[in-house]
């Protein structure tokens, strides 16, 4: 079995689960409902127009049953609205009313007022819609935590990383992060490969350069990060500033940094900034046809995460399952 694979059998470790799917009258995301609820893995919120998705289930041959569906326009949004007035408060009040009828905010409302677990979006929303959601509702975990966002991806070829699992960050959410921000992207994706994955970190700072076969304003941010990692966390394997071949492959390893302590057989992915993140996910996604579960995200209050709009029902499905098991991981 994947690492992928062992999140149902992990999940079922946390039962009781309530986990919302914002975007409710999305086929895709009803079928992904319909299955989890089948397989007793959580107890499943469908956010959207009752009659829709009651009208879609049937068309479908779907069973709703145990399924909770919240209508925007049928509940009594005054707590909500009370609610988002207090953690908004540049808003007036109608745009706080307006807010609530938004499938997204509404679920990250009842997440933060402890009706659900997790909460599951972008189908149909687009990522930005749903980090900026986070942000202004959910929050960070504190005034210092960095969000970031991480792609779980599992090759069929086991020869590399973790016995073919990666976890690649940050693809989704930090433009040109600092060194200090590099740093805190790898320490908290060490945190997932952990608690989450079962895996030990084995964690690559990614460059253009191999330990300064190319000395530059941006290899010289990638060492920075290298420090500060290893002043925070003294036990982790990491390695950097790495090539990509260097940091997967055992014999590129031995040629161009044989002290390396990644020996070719990194399982984490630190790239440099967002467009080499997204670029690297989207390349190894479509042409090693790799499952690619993402972005998911790492740093809010709650557990929130992202889909691509262009997933299918089975990554909906992976990305529900990282939500459960998100609400376990307590860090190092």
Do not use: W
């Amino acid at each position: 079995m994947t690492k992928i694979d062992n999140l149902i059998e992990k999940a079922k470790r946390n039962p009781n689960k309530k986990i919302i799917l914002a975007e409710g009258e999305d086929l895709r995301v009803l079928k992904a409902a319909c299955f989890l609820t089948s397989k007793d893995v959580a107890d499943m919120i469908l956010i959207g127009n009752t009659e829709n998705i009651e009208v879609l289930a049937e068309k479908n041959k779907l069973t709703l049953n145990d399924i909770k569906i919240i209508d925007p326009n049928l509940i009594n949004q005054i707590k909500y609205v009370e609610f988002l007035k207090k953690r908004i408060s540049n808003l007036d009040e109608l745009s706080i009313k307006e807010m609530v009828k938004d499938n997204l905010s509404l679920a990250c409302s009842m997440l933060c007022l402890n009706e659900a677990d997790g909460v599951v979006a972008g189908a149909q929303y687009k990522s930005a819609a749903v980090m900026k959601a986070g942000l202004k509702i959910v929050k960070p975990k504190t005034k210092d935590t960095l969000v970031s966002s991480f792609f779980a991806i599992q090759l069929d070829n086991k020869n590399f990383g973790d016995d073919g699992f990666f976890l690649f960050a940050d693809c989704g959410m930090n433009l040109s992060p600092s060194s200090e921000e590099l740093a805190e992207i790898a320490l908290s994706t060490a945190e997932v490969a952990i608690n989450i994955f079962d895996m030990e970190p084995k964690i690559a700072l990614l460059s253009h350069s191999t330990y300064g076969s190319a000395i530059n304003e941006k290899s010289l941010k990638i060492k920075k990060a290298l420090e500060i990692v290893n002043n925070k966390k003294k036990d982790l394997i990491i390695a950097g500033e790495i090539q990509l071949d260097a940091a997967i492959v055992p014999e590129v390893s031995f040629i161009k940094c044989p002290d390396s302590p990644l020996q070719g057989k990194a399982n984490i992915l630190i790239f440099p900034d967002v467009d080499s993140g997204n670029i690297g996910y989207k390349l190894v996604e479509r042409l090693a046809n790799a499952k690619a579960i993402g972005p998911l995200c790492r740093g809010f209050s709650k557990p929130l995460n992202d889909l691509s709009r262009s997933c299918h029902v089975e990554d909906i499905i992976n990305a529900v399952l990282v939500t459960i098991n998100q609400g376990e991981d307590n860090g190092f």
